[in-house]
């Protein structure tokens, strides 16, 4: 089955408190976005799309020497619009898209391979990486059908019940679709709620809604699905670098 990569890396990056965009931050003497770009080669797709938006030019030129394309988000209004702008760039393209954030540097090329396996022989139309956390707080959590692959619902931590919020499984943020499916719900999600954005997760519940087989593939490391969002978390990813290299 063909692969495409959609990479999101349009974002600011406010708490980093830099104008900087937040992929071009450096860890270990490279801007975050190469780590994922990295990753993303390793895996042999057809097509990379990499999402840019603040600060495009910049981002463009960083990753000049990869074989990417790229796609403007402006304005930038949320997960879900920003992959809406892949659509063009795959718009011949039949297969599976892996979908990830450039600003989460430790994923590992072997787990997105499993996941990606995974979602073949489930023969899911969506699959989500998830991971349990001993503190889940400030995540969605991916609530199952119990004893299953099988996901029911993905919460965001605001609207949980209190049974939900006890739920240790989280959502990464990484995802694997059926490319038909994925621009085909697309189309159907709205900006009707809070932060007047077009979420990415809203897909999930498209696929729910029209009895659709949305399954989870856990990883039992969750500190490689960690984003970077504060400098205090950038440090701790290259923390993690670290110990990961004198494994």
Known sequence: MALAIIIMAAGKGTRMHSDLPKVLHYAHKRPLIEYVLDTSQALDPQKIVLIIGHQAQLVKAATARYNVSTALQEPQLGTGHAIMQAEAELRDFHGEVLILSGDAPLVNPLTLKRLINFHHTTKAVATVLTADMMDPTGYGRVIREPGSDSVLKIVEQKDATATELAVQEINSGIYVFDATILFEALQQITTNNAQKEYYLTDVFSICFQSGKHVCAFKTDN??????????????????????EKEL
């Open 222 to 243: 969750p500190n490689e699905i960690i984003g970077i969002n504060t400098p205090e978390q950038l440090k701790e990813a290259e923390r993690l670098m670290l110990e």
